[in-house]
T-cell receptor
Framework: AQSVTQLGSHVSVSEGALVLLRCNYS??????LFWYVQYPNQGLQLLLK??????LVKGINGFEAEFKKSETSFHLTKPSAHMSDAAEYFC???????????FGSGTRLQVQP | ETGVTQSPTHLIKTRGQQVTLRCSSQ?????VSWYQQALGQGPQFIFQ???????GRGNFPPRFSGLQFPNYSSELNVNALELDDSALYLC??????????????FGPGTRLTVL
């Protein structure tokens, strides 16, 4: 079955430290890949998307993600965490031939002062 | 350009009742998708509407139904509510077309509580 795996349901970093949130998808054909962020009691905000134009994708708020076909991964990074980055992050995929987003289970990012 | 809006923001119902949730899509978008997000989980796809026709459905029973109107706004109806239907319901709009990645933009959601 097509799925999305986010390793680590909770990640805690210090303010100013590197943020790394992991995402792996299950398909031999590269799908469309997205990262969304959800703040408490809010909807989902698009951070960035991969659509085969470039393997390194830059998004909003200083986040970026690298598509690695050999590893079927699309990990999200940010060089320096800020307190305002504390939120839930979801990796999502649109597999070939489908229109629905398949979401991972999410990673809650905590930023310590 | 207005974003995706949803109403109401919160709703409390009792088991067995019926509920209608509403969504206005982003200007220029022709596709609406609905997702259910249970507490602590990722969103799950319910169904998608494209030009007023259902264009795909997830693993949800028939008591979950929907409509899309000529202005591309949409409704989600849930009959015979169950306790497990308590969740955040998210609407997303997109512009479907050949070659597009169908980026979906989400509304703020409707929090449904079933007692």
């Amino acid at each position: 079955a097509q799925s999305v795996t986010q390793l680590g349901s909770h990640v805690s970093v210090s303010e100013g430290a590197l943020v790394l949130l992991r995402c792996n998808y299950s398909s031999s054909v590269p799908p469309y890949l997205f990262w969304y962020v959800q703040y408490p009691n809010q909807g989902l905000q698009l951070l960035l998307k991969y659509t085969s134009a470039a393997t390194l994708v830059k998004g909003i708020n200083g986040f970026e993600a690298e598509f690695k076909k050999s590893e079927t991964s699309f990990h999200l990074t940010k060089p320096s965490a800020h307190m305002s980055d504390a939120a839930e992050y979801f990796c999502a995929v649109i597999y070939t031939g489908r229109r629905a987003l398949t979401f991972g289970s999410g990673t809650r990012l905590q930023v310590q002062p | 350009e207005t974003g995706v809006t949803q109403s109401p923001t919160h709703l409390i119902k009792t088991r067995g009742q019926q509920v209608t949730l509403r969504c206005s899509s982003q200007s220029g978008h022709n596709t609406v998708s609905w997702y259910q997000q249970a507490l602590g989980q990722g969103p799950q796809f319910i169904f998608q509407y494209y030009r007023e026709e259902e264009n795909g459905r997830g693993n949800f029973p028939p008591r979950f139904s929907g409509l899309q109107f000529p202005n591309y706004s949409s409704e989600l109806n849930v009959n015979a509510l169950e306790l497990d239907d308590s969740a955040l319901y998210l609407c997303a709009s997109s512009l479907a077309g050949r070659g597009r990645e169908d980026t979906q933009y989400f509304g703020p959601g409707t929090r449904l509580t079933v007692l």
